[in-house]
């Protein structure tokens, strides 16, 4: 559609934007890599529920939840988290207790809780989806000799 920006598998020539999600590795042999777009905010909220924390120790703990997050700069999270501030889903506040110099610390809101429940919704449609994929699959429904 006219406007409409696609996203998802790509592969074939040089020159197009986005994330490539397949590549010709060599002749006949492709790699293809699975990604969960924006699964960086669904972690982070899920961790906030777990306790507040300060931008480094969210950093450092993204890759418990989502392994290719471990790619997420700082400068990334905290404009992250001060969208996800702006619009009411966490708030922070100063902690200056010791050691070191004051950190913001960010905890998730009642806004924040409810968008964390619509983000496993979502991901649990997404589960159902790929395991409907995975199991037809496995079973070789379709496969022609």
Known sequence: MPGMRHRGI????????????RRLVAPGRWEVQ??????????????????????????????????????????NLYRLLRGLEKEGIVASEWDEGPPGPAKRVYRLTAAGRAVLEEWA???RGARATIGAFLDRHDRGEGVST
């Open 10 to 21: 790509r592969g074939g020539g040089a020159g197009g934007r986005g994330a490539r999600c």
């Open 121 to 123: 919704r979502a991901l």
């Open 34 to 75: 699975a990604r969960v777009e924006r699964f960086v905010e669904p972690a982070l909220l899920l961790l906030l529920r777990e306790r507040p924390m300060h931008g480094y120790e969210l950093l450092e703990r993204l890759p418990e939840l989502a392994r290719e997050e471990r790619r997420v700069d700082l400068g």
